[in-house]
């Protein structure tokens, strides 16, 4: 039987990276990117600018895929606050041209939202609560998830709580390889305890994307977390305990969520900020049984060994926010 083949946009990105690693298996796999280029053994990556309609069309049409995966986009909270244009090019005109070629070709469109699409009541998001985000982040993908489910005829979206990993990019460090790196070098970890949300492994959520793949899910949105939800600081503690055996070198600091001028959003907001995301219809659609945040820390743990150390101490030497 032929293998069905999936076209990821931005798969230098940690998210397409860990997609196509994990995709490889079942699927043929290729991948665009702009400026870095990754070598994933098994499959082809070529370049490609998003923001170029002819070029993306051309791609598109050159490999015919069954399957097309976004994973392109300015995540970073405080990179979208700073560079908002920068943020709207690639969170939400990219998606566009991408999800446009898309539909032209007859390939399913899977886009990769988050729930900072909310406000961060103190409540409990469902997949058909309106969107009001307090973040020019949540704005841009709020925009996107609108156009795709208006425009496109066969997509898939998978609203997701921040994902936890390894990226492929050495020169894109993500949260838990500098909490990593800050561990190994015993430099003090402040951690943000005012925004609560789930924390998802990378290789969870891609064996929910496979099963919605394989099922032939068209036109649904779906949301996919931890079961629990916990600040930066309460998920650091656990984890240095964890893989280090000692959580002393995390200590408590105030993220200063970048908010937007939304008034309406920010209606009713107080100094604690909360994403929590109802999980009903991925448990009952994929026989989903949602992991813990400790239960995450455990797969992260036993993927990865242990690095516990005598060095990890309390050090009140170079001092990071993250």
């Not at 070709?105 to 997949?127: A, C, H, M, Q, W």
């Not at 939800?229 to 055996?245: A, E, H, M, Q």
């Not at 920010?266 to 949602?290: I, R, S």
């Not at 242990?306 to 060095?311: D, M, N």
Request: hydrophobic fraction near 35%; charged fraction near 25%; include cysteine.
């Amino acid at each position: 039987m032929k293998r069905k083949t999936v076209l990821i946009f931005g798969i230098s990105s940690f998210l397409g990276s860990n997609l196509a690693e994990y995709l490889k298996k079942n699927y043929r796999v290729i991948g665009t990117y702009y400026s870095t280029p990754v070598d994933i053994p098994g499959i082809l990556s070529i370049k490609c600018d998003v923001h170029e309609k002819e070029t993306v069309q051309k791609v598109v049409y050159l490999f015919k895929p069954d399957i097309t995966i976004y994973a392109i986009g300015l995540s970073r909270l405080e990179d979208c606050q700073n560079h908002p244009k920068v943020a709207d090019a690639l969170n939400t005109a990219g998606v566009f041209n991408v999800s446009q070629a898309s539909e032209r070709y007859k390939s399913k469109f899977v886009f990769i939202s988050t729930n900072f699409i909310f406000s961060g009541e103190d409540t409990l998001f469902r997949e058909n609560d309106t969107p009001s985000p307090s973040s020019v982040y949540g704005n841009t993908m709020a925009s996107s998830e609108f156009y795709i489910q208006k425009s496109c005829l066969n997509y898939l979206i998978l609203r997701t709580c921040p994902l936890v990993g390894r990226s492929y990019n050495p020169n894109d460090l993500k949260w838990l390889e500098v909490v990593d790196r800050k561990a190994f070098k015993t430099e003090q970890i402040v951690c943000d305890t005012k925004v609560y949300h789930g924390f998802l492994d990378v290789w969870t959520f891609a064996e929910v994307l496979e099963k919605a793949i394989e099922m032939n899910i068209t036109n649904r949105l779906f949301q996919i977390s931890s079961r629990d939800i916990c600040n930066r600081y309460d998920f650091t503690k656990k984890y240095l305990d964890k893989v280090y055996g000692g959580s002393s070198l995390a200590t408590k600091g105030d993220w200063g969520f970048p908010r937007t001028e939304n008034q309406i959003a920010l209606q009713g907001l107080g100094e604690e900020l909360k994403f929590e995301l109802d999980l009903f219809n991925v448990e009952d659609t994929f026989d989903f049984d949602p992991p813990s945040v400790d239960e995450v820390i455990e797969k992260i743990h036993k993927k990865f060994g242990s690095k516990k150390t005598s060095k990890v101490k309390k050090s009140s030497a170079g001092i990071s926010y993250i």
